[in-house]
């Protein structure tokens, strides 16, 4: 979806990208790592489980003109490589 | 990294009274964007409200679960009326309906997957495109996830 329309609203200069996250640590995904974080963050293949601010921190630089030259793109940050180039 | 571009611009997220939508929320605050905030839950949308004018940042609050087209389109329509317009379209709204294998997810639970977190967000954005093309240089922040390719455990 993000390709497309970013394809679609590239002359009209409205930008589309997508934030992809890892596992982090939130009530939403809870269920995956509350009360066993070590075991997750093994299994996970990281460091350290993602906090909400590495995401934030993703969210801004997509909003900001420091993207410009960016679009349909999709920023992984998920704490380790993502399965594609 | 300038402080003044974000200064007056307007963000509307979804699901942003918790988690990672609230954290983005807070973060264009402090970087002088109005946000827009919402969640299914009023109580929810109001503490986040507080949080991010206690903090000293500019915020508005509606009820919305991206499911529902009436709410959709009064969350743009309370943008514009409070701040004037969306410079930045963040759908962060999605449902988690499985845990385990893909290939034991039932047909229940890849439907409402699919409605929410994919074809509501297609028309939120579509709901959104005039007011987006208002405004120079709009984007638009999707929130997929990692589990798009790969196991999360």
């Not at chain 1, 979806?1 to 890892?22: D, S």
């Not at chain 2, 009023?42 to 991206?66: L, N, R």
Request: glycine share 10%; with cysteine; aromatic share 6%.
């Amino acid at each position: 979806m993000t390709k497309v329309l970013a394809k679609e609203l590239l002359y009209e200069n409205i930008r589309v990208n997508c934030l992809a996250p890892g596992l982090i640590k939130t009530k939403f995904s809870g269920g995956l790592w509350e009360g066993r974080e070590k075991q997750s963050i093994e299994d996970m293949g990281v460091t350290r489980l993602g906090e909400v601010e590495d995401i934030a921190n993703g969210a801004r630089f997509l909003c900001s003109q420091e993207s410009s030259y960016m679009t349909g793109e999709a920023l992984f940050i998920a704490g380790k490589p993502s399965p594609r180039l | 990294m300038p402080k003044g571009e974000f200064d007056g611009k307007v963000a509307v997220i979804t699901a942003s009274s918790t988690g990672i939508g609230l954290a983005i929320a807070k973060k264009l605050a402090s970087l002088g964007c109005k946000v827009v905030v919402s969640s299914r839950d009023q109580a929810h949308v109001d503490k986040a409200v507080k949080e991010i004018k206690s903090a000293g940042g500019e915020a508005h609050g509606v009820v919305c679960h991206v499911g529902n087209k009436d709410q959709r389109l009064k969350l743009i329509s309370e943008a514009v009326r409070v701040f004037g317009g969306i410079d930045f379209l963040i759908p962060n709204a999605a449902v988690s309906t499985h845990m385990g294998n893909f290939l034991d997810a039932t047909d229940v639970q890849i439907s409402k997957m699919l409605d929410i977190n994919y074809k509501c967000t297609f028309l939120l954005i579509q709901e959104a495109m005039p007011e987006l093309r208002k405004r120079p240089g709009s984007t638009i922040v999707i929130l997929a996830s990692y589990a798009a390719c790969n196991h999360c455990y």
